[in-house]
């Protein structure tokens, strides 16, 4: 059994979009007394993807416009560093996915 869940969230700092995870406990994430309905896993992985997806898209435009001179080097560094953490995040996602994927695959039935 799990005994820990791993949470990831996004921040908007100067630089762009940061994803970070930490281990939360388990029945940490319950739904808020507030009555409002919690966002499903599925809700919650598409925003993340379509997060990441717009990193890519932003670092591509910014480099465009620095090689058309209408951006700094340090404004194509900073998207293009955030693209980058943006594919290891999507990268570490479908690790773990993987690899509970195979872990199911190997329980007797």
Not at 49 to 54: E, I, N, R, S, T
Not at 92 to 109: C, G, N, P
């Given at each position: 059994m799990?005994?820990?869940?791993?949470?990831l969230?996004?921040s908007?700092?100067?630089?762009g979009?940061?994803?970070?995870?930490?281990k939360?406990?388990?029945g940490?994430?319950?739904?808020?007394?507030?009555?409002l309905?919690q966002?499903?896993?599925?809700d919650?992985?598409a925003?993340v993807?379509?997060?990441?997806?717009?990193n890519v898209?932003?670092a591509?435009?910014?480099?465009?416009?620095g090689?058309?001179?209408k951006?700094s080097v340090?404004q194509v560094v900073?998207a293009?560093?955030?693209?980058e953490?943006?594919?290891?995040?999507?990268i570490?996602?479908?690790?773990?996915?993987?690899?509970?994927?195979?872990?199911?695959?190997?329980?007797?039935?």
């Open positions: 799990l005994d820990a869940v791993t949470q969230s996004a908007v700092g100067p630089t979009s940061a994803f970070s995870a930490t939360v406990a388990p940490a994430l319950a739904a808020p007394a507030t009555g309905p966002a499903s896993f599925g919650v992985m925003e993807a379509a997060k990441g997806l717009q898209k932003a591509e435009a910014t480099s465009i416009m090689l058309q001179g951006a340090q900073e293009v560093l955030a693209a953490q943006s594919l290891h995040t999507a570490a996602v479908r690790d773990k996915v993987v690899a509970a994927y195979q872990e199911i695959s190997r329980m007797a039935i």
